[in-house]
């Protein structure tokens, strides 16, 4: 059915179609949520139905509707069976006729536990919208009632949706993208509320491990006040945590006022562990502004079918993480020096990864969708993440800004204008206004800024950056350094596989090959875990022979060890700062 069918049926004063969605799992470990869609008031001939192939916060096409089976649509009254077809791999047509009220039945199988698919099993079930519901063309904008039927009596039903008042397990959703953007869980987890400024919140907590909510909850209501503080306000009524614990898992995906967070269950004793898990949530939920209410143009209207490119992600995602390393320190979870460990951190991963001289940054946003989630073993020797880039860069806005102003602006300015200008209207941005909007708060002209290290590959000017805050880039070497080869290798079955071959590296150099099984140094067998050790026992620049199966066939390889590389990164402060630079440096972070 067509947009203008509908428009036309609503001006011969039909009632609009209404929509229920009923979510069953009487047998949960089957796997299946067994789901039913009522359409009431129906008055086409032909009923449209299509499964999203996507959901947004997640840039890859994931083909939600191979999940589906079952497929079934009977009227309501007379429980007569309608034909039906599929017209593509998302796309069913239903043959409704005179058929005003209809049900339309289907499976849908969930065994996939990350924050962005289903799950269904014996302790509980999960699921986004747009992996679990169709939408039908032309009525987005409708409002839908969702009816949970859980398998018995004691398992609960969180979600973001507003309950509808003396229902039992029956919510709405104002119109399709709000039922996508609403996940559900369903079972017996644990639910903590808590209010912060005035207003609910809630984490759902599913699993066990060593959590202790009452410490989550109060580090939890630090970050969103100093998040609130930033952004002048809270705009949701109510907010919801889902929290998945699970063995050694780690993601996040953002909605407007909930967040679905996955993360090991043993990772909250361990303090650096446990801030990292506090960067998850401070990084999910800055994106309740950035990006899900302050989004790119290409994404200000979801097109569910097929992939939207943008090449600003490296400012929803990559500026959002920064901030997650920024936002636990103003709340006082972490001090200034832990910021900047953290942050030499990062700045290693970043020069360690070749991909960073192949790959823009603007281009690495706009190829996220067959890039960044389809690793293989020459990623990181092609392409660099715009979340970890975008951070650096951001990093670099940042004290350009603060610099320039004598930190009486910064990328807090840039933040606040871009909520004014375009967040609380939900109206997209384009490149060219979010380079406006940081060139007016930083009062300069960014041009060769952003040619450079947005829409090029130079390198990222570190020190030219810290220099002004007293701070420089030092490259650590340890003392028994280890000569240069280039391979990273890891124990398979007990066989060495080499996962990757550095571009450039000795061992690229003379044509070792990712996937090569590597058997010895100097004739004498070695394994992931001593070849380092190995190594050391040998000098720069003296030639060693590698010996590996490459393809079933016997290779060896002289290759000639480079200098050692810097084991790390950090961040340092320089001798003798001025109280120029000492000033500047309070002004960012506070106390060192
Ligand atoms: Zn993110």
Same mark, same amino acid.
């Given at each position: ?225 100093? =998040?609130? %503080?930033?952004?002048?306000? @809270?705009? #949701?009524?109510?907010?919801? $945590? ?5 063995? +050694?898992? !780690?993601?996040?995906? =953002?909605? %407007?006022?909930?967040?679905? @967070?996955? #993360?090991?269950?043993?990772? $909250? ?5 446990? +801030?990292? !898990? ?9 994106? @309740? ?304």
């Amino acid at each position: 059915m067509t947009k203008s069918t509908i428009t036309e049926s609503k001006k011969l004063n039909y009632p609009a179609p209404s929509l229920t969605y009923f979510v069953k799992m009487p047998h949960p470990n089957s796997h299946l949520f067994e789901v039913g869609l009522q359409i009431e008031y129906w008055s086409n001939p032909i009923l449209d139905l299509k499964m999203p192939v996507w959901t947004p916060g997640s840039y890859l096409v994931r083909e939600y509707a191979r999940h589906i089976q079952d497929f079934k649509a009977i009227s309501k009254d007379k429980q007569t069976k309608l034909l039906s077809q599929k017209v593509s791999k998302n796309h069913w047509q239903v043959e409704t006729k005179e058929v005003d009220n209809l049900l339309i039945t289907y499976r849908v199988y969930a065994n996939e536990l990350t924050v962005r698919t289903n799950h269904l099993d014996d302790t509980h079930g999960y699921f986004n919208g747009a992996a679990l519901f169709y939408y039908i063309p032309g009525l987005e904008a409708t409002p839908i009632t969702v009816e949970i039927i859980p398998p018995n009596s004691t398992w609960k039903v969180s979600t973001a949706l507003p309950a509808i008042p003396e229902k039992v397990n029956q919510f709405y959703a104002k119109d399709f993208d709000t039922l996508v953007d609403s996940p559900f869980e369903i079972g017996n987890h644990g639910i903590y509320s808590f209010e912060v400024l005035g207003k609910p919140h809630q984490y759902a907590i599913w699993g066990t491990g060593n959590i202790q909510p009452k410490k989550v909850i109060e580090d939890t209501k630090k970050i969103i006040e100093t =998040e609130a %503080k930033l952004f002048n306000g @809270l705009p #949701y009524d109510d907010y919801l $945590f889902i929290l998945h614990l699970t063995q +050694n898992n !780690f993601g996040g995906l =953002e909605h %407007k006022n909930s967040c679905s @967070l996955i #993360y090991s269950r043993f990772y $909250f004793r361990d303090t650096d562990k446990y +801030n990292r !898990f506090l960067q998850l949530v401070a990084h999910e939920f800055f994106h @309740l502004w950035n990006i899900k209410r302050i989004r790119p143009k290409a994404l200000e209207t979801f097109d569910y079918e097929q992939e939207n490119y943008t090449p600003s992600l490296w400012f929803s995602e990559g500026t959002t993480s920064y901030y997650d390393m920024v936002i636990p320190m103003r709340a006082g979870i972490y001090n200034a020096q832990k910021f900047l460990e953290i942050l030499g951190k990062e700045i290693t991963r970043f020069l360690s990864i070749p991909g960073r001289k192949v790959q823009p940054l603007s281009e690495s946003s706009f190829d996220a969708w067959i890039k960044l989630y389809r690793r293989d073993n020459n990623s990181d020797n092609c392409q660099i993440s715009y979340y970890l880039k975008g951070e650096l860069v951001s990093l670099l806005l940042d004290l350009l800004i603060r610099a320039k102003h004598e930190n009486k602006r910064s990328l807090d300015n840039v933040m606040v204008q871009m909520w004014e200008q375009f967040g609380k209207s939900e109206t997209g941005f384009t490149p060219h206004q979010l380079q406006r909007v940081i060139e007016s708060v930083a009062d300069m002209d960014l041009q060769s800024f952003f040619n450079l290290y947005v829409d090029s590959t130079e390198e990222l000017p570190f020190n030219k950056y810290l220099n002004p805050f007293g701070l420089q880039l030092k490259a650590i070497m340890d003392d028994d350094s280890v000569p240069h080869l280039g391979i990273k290798v890891q124990s398979e079955n007990n066989k060495q596989i080499i996962k990757f071959v550095e571009k450039g590296s000795p061992a690229f150099v003379e044509g070792i090959d990712p996937e090569d099984e590597l058997l010895a140094i100097n004739g004498i067998r070695v394994t992931a875990d001593d070849l380092n050790q190995r190594l050391k026992d040998h000098q720069a620049d003296e030639i060693v022979s590698v010996t590996v199966f490459h393809q079933d066939e016997l290779k060896t390889f002289s290759v000639t060890l480079g200098k050692p590389q810097p084991s790390r990164y950090e961040v340092v402060q320089i001798d003798n700062p001025s109280p120029r630079q000492q000033e500047n440096l309070k002004g960012w972070l506070g106390k060192i």
